[in-house]
């Protein structure tokens, strides 16, 4: 950027000026870049929020918001939605193609085969309180897996590599049953490879015990479909999360269960639980449906839609278009119908006519129906986010390679435009 597009600007911090110079209006960026503060490293712009700022260069998802396309590797979501399935998905991200017929049935043996989890693993997840978050569990106990298999932490060993990829992938879904049958006070069942990867997640999750749990076909279609339109998005919070843990060279667990973390939030993958809480709260409200929305549009504050907007989509989030149309069928399949999807509905239909939300671009995400399908499966709020870090996994695993692999990638570290008290003398307390 030449001088000659910056425009001065001069800040006081108590008594200091401090000279700054304004990057001109970019979409999306209203950047300070800081001309006298940091000569050492040149010019740097604010953007908070990373508005306007790529961090890596990356070959896995491709994004276009304004289109509401998604791509994984260059193939549109709808196909792998419809065709694919979550393990070849997972394969497709990691190892950059789909797998030949013998690839995937190695690779799902490989994954399938290390679904076991310690027996320490059933005190570790015992300990927690059964009303603990599941969320909380999850990254615990993701961040206990090195010390359990740490000839798979080193980042730079492929062989290390591997097989923490394909472990982590195998132990998530149990340690996301465990923790489901722990806040239910209930006794946790171990895996049956035997079964396939949805089917047995479903069954860790459900069995009664000592009783044999019929698998659902439908059920297991719809979360298998789920799990892909989850597996990756590019840079979002919780993959930038895992990047940046990484770029420490931390291993991969130590950055997954990080990401976990950032997925936690109500922002972020923590919006499928808050879009239920919403729904609930209005279906309790002697409010209609108008009214929350004037809330919403008022900005009141804590009301959002939740659900709706997205940093990248500033059009329908082809996602959400395609699990609006799974919670209908699985809601008849299950012969249930649920109030909560006929406010959705009319909340989303509200919100396409109304100038509030057409000018802003704020259309339905991912998460704005899939806990609706989640709940009819039987599954509570509190372990949608939970079904999200499953699906998002091979997501996290391929970026954290990608960029272990990329010779440029450097240590995440960003600057700031420190605004604090200039230097000062430290006084005694007496003297304060
Ligand atoms: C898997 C995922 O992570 S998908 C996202 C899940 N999160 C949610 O559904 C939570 C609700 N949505 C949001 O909070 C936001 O849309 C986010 C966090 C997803 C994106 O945030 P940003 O890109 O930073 O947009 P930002 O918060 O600046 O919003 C831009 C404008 O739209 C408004 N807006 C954005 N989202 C919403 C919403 N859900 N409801 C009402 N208004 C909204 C903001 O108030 C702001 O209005 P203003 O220009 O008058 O100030
Ligand atoms: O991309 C984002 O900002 C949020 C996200 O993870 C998703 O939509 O799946």
Redesign the pocket.
């Known amino acids: 950027m030449s001088d000659a597009t910056l425009s001065p600007a001069t800040f006081r911090v108590d008594d200091h000026e401090l000279e700054f110079a304004r990057v001109p209006a970019v979409e999306g960026n209203d950047g300070v870049v800081i001309s006298n503060l940091l000569k050492e490293t040149g010019l740097v712009t604010l953007d908070s929020g990373f508005m306007n700022t790529a961090s890596c260069e990356s070959k896995i998802t491709y994004?276009d918001g304004d289109e509401g396309i998604l791509r994984y590797r260059g193939y549109p979501i709808e196909q792998l939605a419809a065709q694919s399935s979550f393990l070849e998905v997972a394969y497709l991200l990691i190892h950059g193609d789909l797998p030949s017929s013998e690839e995937l049935s190695q690779f799902t043996e490989r994954v399938e085969r290390h679904t076991h989890l310690h027996d320490n693993f059933k005190n570790l997840i015992g300990a927690f309180p059964t009303d603990a978050h599941p969320m909380a569990v999850l990254s615990s106990a993701v961040s206990a897996l090195p010390g359990y298999y740490p000839e798979s932490v080193d980042p730079f060993d492929s062989h290390a590599v591997e097989l923490a990829t394909v472990l982590l992938l195998a132990k998530l879904p149990t340690i996301a049953a465990y923790a489901f049958r722990q806040s239910r006070g209930q006794e946790m069942i171990g895996p049956d490879p035997s079964l396939g990867y949805v089917p047995d997640f479903l069954r860790m999750s459900f069995s009664t015990n000592g009783e044999p749990y019929e698998v659902d076909d439908a059920l297991v279609q719809a979360l298998n479909l789920l799990l892909i339109l989850?597996a990756d998005?590019?840079?979002?919070?919780?993959?930038s999360t895992v990047r940046i843990v990484g770029s420490a060279h931390a291993n991969l667990y130590a950055s997954v269960s990080a990401g976990i973390g950032a997925l936690s939030g109500p922002l972020?993958?923590g919006a499928n639980e808050a879009v239920l809480a919403m729904l609930s709260e209005i279906q309790a409200s002697d409010d209609d449906v108008d009214t929350y929305m004037d809330r919403v549009k008022n900005k009141e504050k804590g009301v959002r839609l939740m659900g709706f907007g997205?940093?990248?989509y500033k059009n329908y989030?082809p996602?959400a278009a395609i699990v609006k149309k799974v919670a209908d069928k699985v809601l008849a399949r299950l012969g249930q119908s649920d109030e909560l999807l006929d406010i959705a509905k009319r909340l989303e239909e509200i919100a396409l006519s109304d100038d509030y939300f057409i000018q802003r671009k704020l259309y339905p995400?991912?998460d704005f129906y899939t806990g609706l399908i989640y709940k009819a499966m039987g599954f509570p709020t509190n372990m949608f986010t939970p079904l999200f870090a499953v699906g998002?996994a091979p997501g996290w695993v391929a970026q954290w390679r990608e960029m272990m692999e990329d010779p440029t990638t450097k240590i995440g570290r960003p600057r700031q435009v420190y605004t604090g008290s200039p230097s000062r003398d430290y006084l005694g307390i007496n003297e304060r």
């Open positions: 994004i989850h998005h590019e840079q979002n919070c919780s993959t972020h993958g997205h940093r990248v989030d996602r995400n991912v998002r």
